[in-house]
């Protein structure tokens, strides 16, 4: 048995004062809860950035290396003529909606 104390998991715990905080497992994060639930940490990418990458150059998958997903990046802009357009404007459409998610599965929520 070690005397060492261990770093408690990710996830929400209160920092001491008052306020619900997400502890990353070795560090206090910029992420804070008011309220009673937490919704759980997001994206530190911007999803304005993503937004106008996603429209202006889609095309070359820009939006998706911006995000993190070097895989989907890669085969979109490989394979994305195939679609005639279509992933691109879905890819555009999932960041409008909020549904897209960086490369360590956070969704993208932030507009600044």
Do not use: C
Not at 29 to 48: E, F, H, M, N
Not at 72 to 80: I, Q
Request: charged residues 15%; proline residues 7%.
């Amino acid at each position: 048995m070690s005397d060492t104390p261990t770093a408690p998991p990710p996830g929400w715990y209160d920092d001491g004062s008052g306020r619900q905080r997400w502890w990353d497992g070795g560090q206090w994060t910029v992420y804070a809860q008011s309220g009673a639930a937490p919704a759980g940490p997001v994206s530190p990418k911007s999803r304005l950035v993503a937004f106008l990458l996603s429209f202006f150059l889609g095309a070359f998958a820009v939006d998706r290396f911006y995000l993190g997903n070097i895989g989907l990046g890669v085969a979109k802009l490989l394979l994305g003529w195939l679609t005639l357009g279509i992933w691109h404007v879905i890819d555009w459409i999932l960041i409008v909606a909020g549904g897209a998610h960086d490369g360590d599965g956070l969704p993208v929520t932030r507009w600044e």
